[in-house]
């Protein structure tokens, strides 16, 4: 029953990471369909959102499965519960990349405008942080988790600076305001993946070492008595 038990484990963890990088290539394609102004690429990411919300349906009923199967141990029972959540976000990561989509086509109706938000250097470090608590949950390493949190700042000021610089310019020019508002709502929504890629991070750092370090809590990179054996 153990044996069993491990490679449900191994076969969630798998399925799991299938479905982060399904999350990955959403942003890009959502990325690529602002860029281009190509509606064909909008429609990927969404076709692409559907499947990971099935993906989503089946990570939820495996794990529900696997503790119904058995009580697990301390670690086991963490690195389900932190699948659970993670696969939440990587969810959320899906229907915010089909948000940027959204916002592409509208764009591509519009007239071109100049745009004073660098959108791509915004979803490389959006990307990277997504890539990163992947790479984090694959090794189970806390300090690759712990790099995560530490680009969120980052996101956060691009945000930030991009508010300010376009609600001047829908002051500057009130007939593109409509065009503005489309990228400002762009930005937010990066700026919320990066969110959901420190929620993942966050799931890490709980799964390997016990701590909860929502809210800036600080933890201890000292390994746990029951630390995860790499599921």
């Known amino acids: 029953m153990r044996t069993r038990f491990q490679q449900g484990l191994d076969e969630l963890k798998e399925r799991l990471l299938e479905m982060g990088g399904m999350a990955e290539a959403a942003i890009e394609l959502a ?8 509606g064909r690429l909008a429609q990927q990411v969404f076709e692409r959102e559907k499947m990971i919300n099935q993906s989503e349906r089946a990570i939820d009923e495996m794990a529900v499965d696997l503790l119904a199967m058995q009580q697990p141990m301390a670690t086991d029972l963490r690195f389900v519960l932190a699948v659970l959540k993670i ?5 959320r990561v899906g229907d915010l990349a089909v948000n940027i989509a959204q916002r592409s086509l509208d764009l591509a109706l519009e007239p071109e405008v100049e745009i004073p938000v660098d959108i791509a250097r915004m979803t490389t470090a959006v990307s990277t942080m997504v890539r990163r608590a992947l790479e984090s949950f694959l090794s189970a390493k806390s300090e690759v988790a712990q790099a995560v949190l530490e680009m969120d700042n980052i996101v956060d000021r691009m945000k930030d600076e991009a508010f300010i610089n376009l609600v001047a310019q829908m002051r500057a020019n009130p007939d593109k305001v409509r065009s503005y508002l489309d990228v400002l709502l762009i930005t937010r929504s990066l700026e919320r993946i990066a969110d959901h890629a420190t929620n993942i991070a966050e799931d890490v750092i709980f799964w390997v070492s016990g701590a909860d370090v929502r809210h800036n809590v600080r933890f201890s990179q000292e390994p746990d008595a029951d630390a995860p054996r790499g599921h």
């Open 31 to 38: 990325a690529d369909s602002y860029r281009k102004r190509d």
């Open 87 to 91: 696969n939440s976000d990587l969810e």
